[in-house]
């Protein structure tokens, strides 16, 4: 090698160029970007359902007696119950059933669809006989109301009632009779207007779960001066 010639560049190593270690895999970014959450569970199925042995009981006559029961299920027609009997002794009350975290049935709300009585108290419980088994239960489901009284304008409809104010003066009785009849009666309104309460408060929260219809905002405003009732595809289908 003669001294004109310029010395050889030093040898460049072999590297060999990897992807960054910082860096995600473009496979794997596509696999993580790609995963979507789990689906919830499917809704557990309510517990089995059997016909309840039913008592109602009048609170104001004192009878018990064991209604004819109808049954109506979510899918079944309501119909019948815009078609109130006319026999005044036919009382019609409606009552509403739920299932239950443990997998049992429980009283949502129950209501008089009659105007002379109404429902003071609902209960569903277990029947157990003393001969059978832990497995062999019933459900029980018992009604009580009270029926309107008829006002009597000549001393009430009770014994203890006051007389009327033409006859003479008041006792000291009668004062005491009629303080516990007031107690009575607003003892009575009050589980009237409980029962009403709670009837009112589960068809609330039942309707506020509902789906809620979107209002034209979230449909989008009509532009300029485009009618909103464009829209409709049946508005001049049928003219005239």
């Not at 018990?64 to 078609?83: C, E, G, K, N, W």
């Not at 036919?90 to 002379?116: F, G, I, K, N």
């Not at 009629?178 to 009837?199: N, P, S, Y």
């Not at 034209?216 to 001049?236: T, V």
């Amino acid at each position: 090698m003669s001294e004109k010639d310029p010395e050889p560049s030093p040898p460049v190593p072999d590297t060999a160029v990897s992807p960054s270690t910082g860096l995600p895999d473009p496979e794997t970014r596509s696999i993580q970007h790609s995963a979507e959450p789990a689906p919830p569970p499917p809704p557990v199925p309510p517990p089995a359902f059997e016909p309840l042995f039913t008592l109602v009981t009048n609170a104001s006559t004192g009878a018990t007696m064991h209604p004819r029961v109808q049954y109506l299920f979510s899918d079944d027609d309501a119909s019948i119950l815009s078609h109130p009997n006319d026999d005044p002794n036919h009382r019609a009350m409606l009552v509403d059933l739920a299932p239950t975290e443990a997998s049992t049935w429980s009283v949502q709300w129950a209501s008089s669809l009659s105007p002379d009585f109404a429902i003071t108290a609902s209960q569903l419980s277990v029947q157990r006989s003393d001969d059978a088994s832990e497995g062999d239960t019933s459900m029980m489901l018992r009604l009580e109301g009270v029926e309107r009284e008829p006002l009597d304008a000549g001393g009430g409809s009770r014994p203890n009632s006051l007389p009327s104010s033409g006859s003479g003066a008041i006792g000291r009785e009668n004062v005491d009779a009629l303080a516990d009849e007031f107690k009575r009666r607003m003892g009575v309104l009050k589980k009237v207007v409980a029962e009403g309460e709670k009837r009112r408060d589960i068809l609330e929260r039942q309707a506020s779960s509902l789906p809620r219809p979107k209002t034209e905002d979230e449909y989008g405003s009509p532009r300029g001066g485009e009618s909103a009732m464009r829209g409709a595809p049946f508005e001049d289908e049928f003219p005239g």
